[in-house]
């Protein structure tokens, strides 16, 4: 007989006869209720579920733990503030874009273009 895989904690992920296909093991979570209050709201401003929004709040805390005590990467640090915002839209963009629905790829999209021409501003007006 083979052995078992660890559960770590999470029961294992049920097989649902119909939506999302599970992503991997599945947990559970205790939070205040002010929290699940911001979870929801930031699953209903970009059209999410509450699961897809809280994988990526989880995404983007891990990442945040791996740049820097929570702050800024030293490379990003050392940019001016228009050229770390034309980052952080890009990377909003590419972490949002698969769940959003079309109004929210409109704001991603726009959010973009917008810091991308603040960066071009910045170049303009160093170059005088």
Known sequence: MGQQPEDHGMSKASAKG???????????IRLAPEMWAEVDHLAASFGLTRSSALRKVIKAGLVAVKDHDYGEPEPLASLPPEVRAL???????RDWWADADEKVRDELW?????????VWRMGQRDAR
């Open 110 to 118: 726009c959010g973009m273009h917008e810091a991308s021409d603040n």
């Open 87 to 93: 980052v952080h839209a890009v990377d909003r963009a």
């Open 18 to 28: 119909s939506g999302r296909k599970p992503v991997g093991p599945q947990g559970s």
